[in-house]
């Protein structure tokens, strides 16, 4: 079975520098770094009273690792407006968290080198749980400054609905 159906004769696999996130409806700006989606199920061992040595395994709890994004640090607000819903300094007593609205579903989007999403994923009821605003400032340094999120989640999925699109092949011009 080749790995490409839309693109026979592609061979290298996506490149892990094009993708996109979005969350309320929207892209946003800057993401620079999205760590990876990982999930580890619990082994659950046991043993049948009648077997002497052998040890059987079941699954058990299914947990999701947390997910970091990280952008330069610029004038959006978006990344501290939503930790500002898990914990607001100084907002009132009884006020700090809003938990009508501190949970949202992102969309994390995979592109091809021609910019077309060839994979998506949905990750849900994603919340702040660490919000880095400025890193360690350095005048001997020669780095951009990144603001980090970390985002709890409750899981994700494999959006099927997107499917490998067909890449746009270029001729030379006669």
């Known amino acids: 079975m080749p790995e490409f159906t839309a693109n026979a004769t592609r061979r290298d696999p996506y490149k892990n520098f094009k993708f996109r996130v979005k969350w309320d409806g929207k892209y946003v700006a800057g993401i620079s770094k999205v760590s990876m989606l990982m999930r580890k199920t619990e082994v659950v061992k046991h043993r049948v009273g009648g077997d002497p040595s052998n040890t059987r395994s079941s699954p ?5 690792d947390p997910v970091t994004l990280e952008r330069g640090v610029t004038h959006d607000v978006d990344f501290e407006q939503w930790a500002n819903k898990v914990w607001n300094y100084g907002s009132g007593l009884g006020a700090e968290t809003s938990l009508a609205d501190f949970r949202k ?3 994390l989007e995979l592109l091809n080198e021609a910019g077309q ?9 994603c919340w702040v749980s660490e919000y880095r605003a400025m890193p360690d400032l350095d005048a001997n340094a020669n780095a951009v400054a990144i603001q980090l999120i970390k985002l709890e989640n409750e899981g994700w999925e494999r959006d099927y609905a997107v499917t490998e699109p067909t890449e746009p092949s270029f001729t030379e011009p006669a």
């Open 60 to 64: 058990g709890r299914t947990a999701y």
């Open 117 to 125: 999403v060839v994979i998506a994923y949905k990750i849900f009821r």
């Open 105 to 107: 579903d992102i969309i």
